[in-house]
């Protein structure tokens, strides 16, 4: 019956509506406007009218026409009242277009919302997420979102009161409501309290980032005015549970944004009394993927940096961003923060001078770190946070393995972050016969212990090379051994375990040599035309 469907309406450009004129205007001032509007331009009966943003698009126009065609009726629950309240506004569905409209219904229903259930008031707002603007600014999110807080504050242990008005100033009182709690919040307190889920965290993230924004800022507490260590808990829950997974998808950086910068506030405010260093990069880790502001990430970095003595090697080994297989730049960072501690005992920096020996050792093997990467995490510590710097060492020589096409100018850049003084005699003496090592590096690295071990010669105690002899080092002393005191005595046994610390590098040092030399004479052998010298080594 082509009389009863004489207008097309396109709603949102996705779907159109073919529906009688009067029908649908009987109840809708705004389409009655439109329709008289087109006609006037047009001149044409059967014509078509676009509606642009229209609130819940297809869904929410085809619950309208049902209304209309039903005569003004239709059933309104809690899934369908925000989507048709906000609808019956678009429209303009007032009682002085038709008595006992639609916006009239709705408003009655809504009514009765402090009387719903938990899950009633959720799901109304779960609803409003697809017309959040069309519901915020008609108000019905502060209204569904008053209701909810009252219904927190029937069944939560934490109660949310209406302030007294002595306690109106307070910095706890929010928008009407503030935190109440019987224990004192000491910091043992803190932790016992906020270690278990709260039993609501799970039922809220349900809820589209944008309604727990306005919920957090209904609470006062949302952005750098978050106080509160029990919102700050179930932000952590919410983006972990909900965000986590789409850190890939183009807009998470801008839903997500606010609540990881809200989540760092709280957590830069807290610090160290509610959280423990691994829950501090735990949050880190988790938010820092969701658009988390500059100054949030630093204000984080700082606090964790601060702690890095309570780091284990695991928790170092975050995945990388730029192409690498670890995080090179945040441990770089942390790193930095924690050495510009003045007060910093020498204790706690030869602890993380260990932990990032080890953790050179780990990432040593990554085919994308740059030695300037390298060179910047090993150098990042002062010379006084390692008493050895075998483990720099190893790493550096687990590096050349894993990076062979190195050049000779690379690989001697790569060895200036080494002390040959603090190097043991174990790791000097594979350090001179390694291959990779360039031999420049391997004389300066014996040189540097012979140095180290020199012993000057005195009345008392003389020392005769055994390059020379070659037989065992003899150790001459004037004194008779019974009148020694404990502490001459002492000095006499350091003395010659550092002579023969000498002998032992010396006959390191003519064994390399020999082997160079016989490396030299293979080589002139194969290519006379080569008359270079070998170096002098010892």
Excluded at 31 to 43: A, D, G, H, M
Excluded at 77 to 90: G, R
Excluded at 158 to 174: D, G, K, Q, W
Excluded at 418 to 439: H, V, W
Aim: charged share 25%; net charge positive.
């Amino acid at each position: 019956m082509p009389e009863l469907c004489d207008l097309q309406i396109h709603v949102n450009a996705q779907q159109t509506f073919f529906v009688n004129e009067k029908i649908i205007s009987k109840y809708s001032g705004r389409l009655k406007k439109v329709i008289k509007q087109e006609k006037r331009r047009t001149q044409i009966k059967n014509s078509g009218i676009d509606i642009d943003d229209f609130p819940g698009g297809a869904d929410g126009f085809e619950l309208v026409s049902r209304f209309c065609y039903n005569h003004g009726k239709i059933t309104v629950t809690v899934s369908n009242v925000s989507l048709l309240h906000c609808c019956a506004v678009f429209l303009g569905m007032t009682e002085k277009v038709s008595p006992c409209n639609l916006l009239q219904q709705t408003e009655t229903f809504l009514e009765g919302m402090f009387y719903w259930s938990w899950n009633d008031i959720l799901l109304s707002l779960k609803s409003c997420e697809s017309f959040f603007s069309y519901a915020d600014s008609s108000g019905l999110l502060e209204k569904l979102i008053g209701a909810l807080l009252a219904k927190f504050a029937q069944n939560s242990d934490i109660i949310l009161i209406a302030p007294s008005s002595s306690s109106s100033s307070s910095p706890e009182t929010t928008s009407g409501f503030q935190f109440s709690s019987s224990t004192k919040n000491t910091p043992q307190s803190i932790r016992r309290r906020s270690s278990s889920k709260a039993w609501w965290f799970d039922d809220l993230s349900i809820l589209p980032p944008k309604i727990i924004e306005k919920v957090i800022k209904s609470l006062g507490a949302y952005g750098t005015e978050n106080n509160s260590l029990v919102l700050t808990k179930f932000l952590l829950h919410y983006l972990q549970k909900t965000a986590v997974h789409r850190k890939g998808s183009l807009n998470s950086r801008s839903e997500y944004g606010s609540l990881a910068d809200t989540v760092a506030y709280g957590v830069i405010l807290l610090g160290k009394t509610a959280f423990s260093w691994r829950g501090l990069f735990w949050i880190l880790r988790v938010v820092s993927g969701l658009g988390l502001s500059r100054d949030c990430r630093i204000g984080l970095e700082r606090l964790i940096g601060g702690m890095l003595d309570q780091a284990t090697l695991d928790d170092l080994l975050v995945c990388g961003h730029d192409g690498g297989v670890y995080d090179v730049n945040l441990v770089l960072r942390l790193i930095r923060v924690f050495v510009s501690d003045d007060g910093v005992s020498a204790q706690k920096m030869k602890k993380v001078g260990r932990l990032i020996d080890k953790y050179l050792g780990e990432v040593s093997p990554d085919q994308n770190l740059k030695i300037s990467k390298f060179l910047g995490v090993a150098e990042s510590l002062p010379d006084s946070a390692r008493d050895c710097f075998d483990g720099v060492y190893r790493a550096i020589d687990i590096y050349l393995q894993s990076h062979p096409t190195l050049s000779f100018e690379e690989r001697s850049r790569l060895c200036r972050c080494l002390n040959y003084e603090k190097l043991t005699l174990e790791a000097c003496k594979d350090l001179a016969k390694s291959p990779r090592i360039p031999p420049k590096i391997a004389v300066q690295a014996l040189a540097s212990q012979s140095q180290q071990c020199t012993i000057p010669t005195t009345q008392e105690f003389v020392y005769e090379s055994p390059i020379k002899s070659h037989a065992q080092m003899v150790l001459y002393n004037s004194f008779d051994a019974e009148s020694v005191s404990e502490e001459n005595e002492d000095m006499r046994l350091n003395l010659q375990r550092m002579q023969w610390r000498v002998v032992e590098l010396e006959r390191a040092c003519r064994k390399m040599k020999g082997e160079m030399s016989r490396m030299a004479r293979n080589k002139i052998a194969t290519s006379p035309g080569n008359n270079r010298a070998l170096p002098r080594l010892c």
